[in-house]
């Protein structure tokens, strides 16, 4: 709680501080290890602060995320991971004590405007969660149900052709088809994880968040939402949050790691699993911490 130090370091050492808290006040100046941005941002983050109530849960993170990449987030439980993926499709709205600032862009436009309309941009922003949610509805309602609200189809065909082709990119065409009417509550826990992604698609999202989205799941069923998420890289951009290591090696391009609040170091992702430059993130993925 030390209450925001203003010391810069040789002022510091001036001032008499002792070494073990100079080498706090450096921690806590530290930013983020890494390149924050990217060549061509689908969305950007800059400064982003989040607090629920006094607790300062996010503390000053910049961010890009590409077009068409897979960035997962990793770190240990409670180091704000989910706050973060949140912050990007305005979840963190529906928390009554939470407040976000800094500077979020979808495309180069503020999502935080006052202005700015939520439910189009969480179509735009699509989000997965931990727990596969299907509505109490059958499959086919499940998909045509974003596509209704937004009135995104023009009669029945159109309406089945959207259902079709986002089943069709979830994967999970095949296995559904002859049983749209069935309940998507009925379906294994892959199945109805990927009728979420579906769900997701259906409204033609720019980007997917996912919180978690195999945490539910058996290794069969993960390894198929993992080539899933390889096969709509493609089409979509997608941030992942993940406590397995071995997946965001597997899933993505760059992995961000946060710690603390605070996002610690940012990259390729085979360059944070092989080469860490943060003291943090070496401890984190050789398994000392976390
Ligand atoms: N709804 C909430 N109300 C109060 N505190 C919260 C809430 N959600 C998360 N937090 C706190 O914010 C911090 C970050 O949490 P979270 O984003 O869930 O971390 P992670 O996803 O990395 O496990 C934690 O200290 C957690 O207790
Ligand atoms: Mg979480």
Not at 63 to 86: A, H, Q
Not at 239 to 258: D, E, G, L
Request: contains cysteine.
């Amino acid at each position: 709680m030390g209450g925001g130090n203003r010391f810069s370091l040789p002022q510091a050492v001036l001032a008499g501080e002792s070494s073990a808290r100079i080498e706090r006040i450096a921690e806590r100046r530290e930013g983020t290890v890494g390149d924050i941005s990217v060549a061509e941002p689908r969305m950007t983050c800059r400064n982003v602060d989040v607090y629920y109530a006094d607790k300062h849960a996010i503390q000053d993170v910049s961010l890009d995320i590409g077009t068409n990449e897979v960035i997962s987030m990793i770190g240990p439980s409670g180091c704000g991971k989910s706050t973060f993926l949140r912050c990007l499709n305005r979840m963190n709205d529906t928390i009554d004590i939470c407040r976000v600032s800094g500077e979020i862009l979808l495309d180069g436009v503020d999502i935080y405007d006052r202005s700015l309309d939520v439910v189009p941009l969480r179509a735009r922003v699509g989000m997965v969660f931990q727990k596969p949610n299907p509505f109490p509805k059958s499959i086919y309602d499940n998909i045509a149900y974003g596509p209704r609200i937004h009135g995104l189809a023009d009669g029945r065909a159109e309406l089945d052709g959207i259902v079709e082709d986002s089943l069709r990119r979830a994967g999970l065409w095949d296995e559904v088809k002859d049983r749209m009417e069935q309940p998507g509550t009925g379906l294994s826990g892959g199945q109805q994880q990927r009728l979420c992604i579906a769900r997701a698609i259906a409204v033609s999202p720019e980007v997917i968040l996912m919180d978690e989205p195999c945490s539910a799941l058996d290794p069969i069923a993960t390894a198929r939402i993992e080539e899933l998420i390889d096969e709509l890289r493609e089409n979509y951009t997608i941030a992942i949050v993940t406590h397995s290591m071995q997946q965001a090696a597997r899933v993505s391009q760059r992995t961000a790691y946060f710690h603390l609040g605070r996002l610690v170091e940012v990259g390729k992702t085979d360059d944070i699993f092989t080469n860490p430059r943060h003291k943090l993130t070496e401890d984190y993925i050789t398994g000392r911490f976390g």
